[in-house]
T-cell receptor, first 119, second 111 residues
């Protein structure tokens, strides 16, 4: 399957600082990438859909000025959590679409996730 | 509101048994269906996808799709303790390939 990487895998920061998370598709080009957040024992929540060269589409309730997304190339999307607070502590996971041969559409592959802890 | 429903479990099966995981979806226009496995503290890992009605087999896994009943299932044969995880059903929504996820079924395979 397609490989998606994320960096860093874990970050601890002080309240008020900004944190940037990178998501890369390693062996394919992804026109669309997605950012999810998952709190402990809860299901995945889609935060935003990121398209290369255009503004991200944010889900209802997700502050676009707080969670800045940049999709500068077909293999890289970044999520910046600005002025992070303890309630932003969560598991952030990106994914990327690639067309599936013989299928009826795209398949989404996930990165390994970034665990953010805000003190 | 388009939804994907799964029984949250936990579903407990003995080692070697068949585990059956079920999922229903509300959007009749859905075209693509996926099963992901998520171990605790890890990100989801794709197990299988299915587009056509019927069965699709891959090793110990069989996905079954019935679009008329809006039902998709995953069978795991010869279940192993290493299969213990949360299984997420996902359905494609829209042209960009956005996925709607079910809340997942927690599977526990007892040795």
């Amino acid at each position: 399957g397609a490989v998606v990487s994320q960096h860093p895998s874990r970050v601890i920061c002080k309240s008020g600082t900004s944190v940037k998370i990178e998501c890369r598709s390693l062996d394919f080009q992804a026109t669309t990438m997605f950012w999810y957040r998952q709190f402990p024992k809860q299901s995945l929540m889609l935060m935003a859909t990121s398209n290369e060269g255009s503004k991200a589409t944010y889900e209802q309730g997700v502050e676009k000025d707080k969670f800045l997304i940049n999709h500068a190339s077909l293999t890289l999307s970044t999520l910046t959590v600005t002025s992070a607070h303890p309630e932003d502590s969560s598991f952030y996971i990106c994914s990327a679409n690639t067309r599936t041969s013989g299928g009826a559409g795209d398949t989404q592959y996930f990165g390994p996730g970034t665990r953010l802890t805000v003190l | 509101q388009k939804e994907v429903e799964q029984n949250s479990g936990p579903l407990s099966v003995p080692e070697g048994a068949i585990a059956s995981l079920n999922c229903t979806y509300s959007d009749r226009g859905s075209q693509s269906f996926f099963w992901y496995r998520q171990y605790s503290g890890k990100s989801p890992e794709l197990i299988m996808f299915i587009y056509s009605n019927g069965d699709k087999e891959d090793g110990r896994f069989t996905a079954q799709l019935n679009k008329a009943s809006q039902y998709v299932s995953l069978l795991i044969r010869d279940s192993q303790p290493s299969d213990s995880a949360t299984y997420l059903c996902a359905v494609t929504l829209g042209s960009q390939g956005n996925l709607i996820f079910g809340k997942g079924t927690k599977l526990s395979v007892k040795p």
